[in-house]
């Protein structure tokens, strides 16, 4: 949420603490799992005792994989790949039909996948569940080389609102993607991921700033957000004696960051022709509490939205049945940059979603002579803007609305602003707890004070971008923008539910309600 987005099968071992180990890499903390929930895996086989299967494993394994949008988007592109669903590219003619799945990315930071019902007929409309990919974070900035007091040091941007002084005296680490020359002068998009402890923000001690904790801890964000990498050996420091302040395009980051960049890449320094990174933080994602009611983690804002919408779409229609009687078109659209408004090409702001309808009713149509086809898809379509919400703060729980303090564990937050600032409505908000109720899934409602300001999401955007029905929805969460936040495992479960019963039963429900 913007201010004013397992494929390994985990193995039900004993409550004890114990490793857990995948073939990508290793959970460094212990866990203790109830016995008494089943946690599945996205490619788990089909049954009927699924019903009340977990896939609080499944999001764990994603967030772990997933430190940036980039990597984010790859490892949705790989679960829909081996779901079945068909790669498309925007730069190429599309060739669908009905019953089909298909998706395709751009900028490998947003992504848009659909499936078409079997009796999809001109006109109908499209089930949308939209979140977004990107969480507030350190950017590295264009030069980020710079040295201080004997320390190597990397310049910083920060991107969103983030809580920044939680990313204080945290084990850091850098990753995100790179653009590689080839041997035959082609050029590669890599990923790119250190995985062990590399940078740092340490705190100054109390001894040295003795007013701290009267006063608030309040850095400069230009000055003393800047993360330590090494210490400055004095052979690096004579071979830069003398040459221009201004760095060459060469020395824009520093030679060791280059070298590391290279050794995990695989490829030359000199071959790393741009980097875009991002500062992220190396502790895992995993259950805590008392009874392992919660999760810990960063970027649950969005990325817990983000899964659960994907595990939605792939698990209701995993079968050819599951297709056969659908009469609309099922999709994901998981968009980038929505913590800084959305304003890109790869944001909710662009017409991606929008075009990738258009081009989906084109293909679709065939010999069908009528008017205004896509126009009157949309009047039947609806969409579902997943974003994370405000929980109530059992420290600060007068920042809430008397009579709107969703909790951790009761079901996803509907939210309401009478300025807009959410796209709800009193019809939408009807039909989607609609879709809950028949399916015996709780939903709780938020609305903010009226003397505090009001975030936003990129539910707004797309309603107003096209005239889409719009219910902006989340899970309940504490910490939100913190480096590390907080929600409920029950909760990751009762979203997916919700979601899969939106799909699954949207159709039945939105037919029986006439508005206009």
């Known amino acids: 949420m913007a201010i004013p987005m397992a494929r390994f099968h985990l193995q039900l071992l004993h409550s004890f603490p114990f490793p857990i180990k995948t073939p990508r890499f290793r959970f460094t903390h212990q866990f203790n799992f109830n016995h008494n929930r089943k946690l599945c895996s996205s490619l788990a086989p089909r049954a009927s005792s699924q019903v009340n299967c977990s896939i609080v494993g499944g999001l764990l394994d994603y967030l772990n994989e997933s430190w940036t949008q980039f990597h984010a988007t790859a490892e949705a592109k790989e679960q829909l790949i081996a779901a079945g669903f068909q790669l498309l590219s925007e730069n190429e003619e599309w060739d669908l039909q009905p019953g089909g799945r298909y998706f395709f990315t751009r900028n490998m930071s947003s992504l848009v996948a659909f499936a078409i019902g079997e009796k999809y007929s001109v006109g109908n409309g499209f089930h949308v569940i939209a979140a977004h990919t990107d969480s507030p974070c350190l950017k590295l900035k264009p030069k980020s080389a710079s040295s201080k007091s004997g320390y190597l040091m990397l310049n910083v941007q920060t991107y969103g609102g983030g809580l920044w002084h939680t990313w204080f005296d945290r084990d850091l680490s850098l990753a995100g993607r790179v653009i590689v020359r080839h041997n035959d002068g082609t050029f590669l998009h890599k990923l790119v991921k250190v995985k062990r402890p590399l940078l740092r923000v340490p705190t100054l001690a109390i001894h040295l700033d003795r007013t701290v904790n009267k006063d608030g801890f309040k850095p400069n964000l230009e000055t003393q957000l800047i ?97 056969s009687n659908e009469h609309a078109i099922r999709m994901v659209a998981l968009f980038d940059n929505e913590e800084v408004g959305s304003d890109s090409a790869q944001g909710a702001g662009a017409p991606t979603m929008f075009q990738a309808m258009r081009r989906i009713v084109d293909s679709l149509v065939h010999n069908y002579v009528g008017e205004s086809v896509y126009e009157r898809s949309i009047r039947q379509s609806f969409l579902v803007s997943a974003d994370m919400a405000h929980g109530v703060h059992p420290n600060f729980s007068d920042k809430h609305e008397e009579h709107h303090r969703p909790e951790i564990g009761k079901g996803l ?104």
């Not at 280059?258 to 695989?266: A, C, F, P, R, Y």
């Not at 929600?487 to 029986?512: E, L, P, R």
Request: glycine residues 8%; proline residues 3%.
């Open 413 to 516: 937050v509907i939210k309401h602003n009478a300025n807009q600032r959410y796209a709800t409505s009193g019809v939408t908000a009807f039909l989607f707890k609609e879709v809950g109720k028949i399916n015996n899934i709780p939903t709780q409602e938020f609305v903010v004070r009226n003397d505090m300001g009001c975030g936003s999401t990129i539910g707004p955007i797309l309603a107003s971008g096209i005239g889409i029905r719009t219910v902006d929805c989340g899970i309940s969460q504490l910490s939100m923008h913190s480096v590390r936040e907080i929600c409920g495992k029950d909760d990751v479960d009762t979203a997916y539910k919700h979601f899969k019963a939106f799909y699954q039963n949207f159709s039945d429900i939105d037919k029986k309600l006439c508005v206009d």
């Open 227 to 323: 993360p330590l990498l090494a210490t400055r050996h004095e052979d690096a420091t004579a071979d830069h004696k003398g040459k221009n302040s201004e760095l060459s395009s060469k020395d824009a980051h520093h030679p060791l960051l280059m070298q590391i960049l290279s050794d995990e890449v695989g490829c030359k320094i000199d071959d790393i022709v741009s980097i875009e990174l991002n500062v992220c933080d190396t502790q895992p994602s995993c259950l805590g509490g008392g009874n392992n009611e919660f999760i810990f983690s960063g970027r649950l804002d969005n990325l817990a939205s983000s899964y659960c919408a994907l595990r939605a779409l792939i698990d209701s229609c995993q079968s050819p049945e599951d297709l």
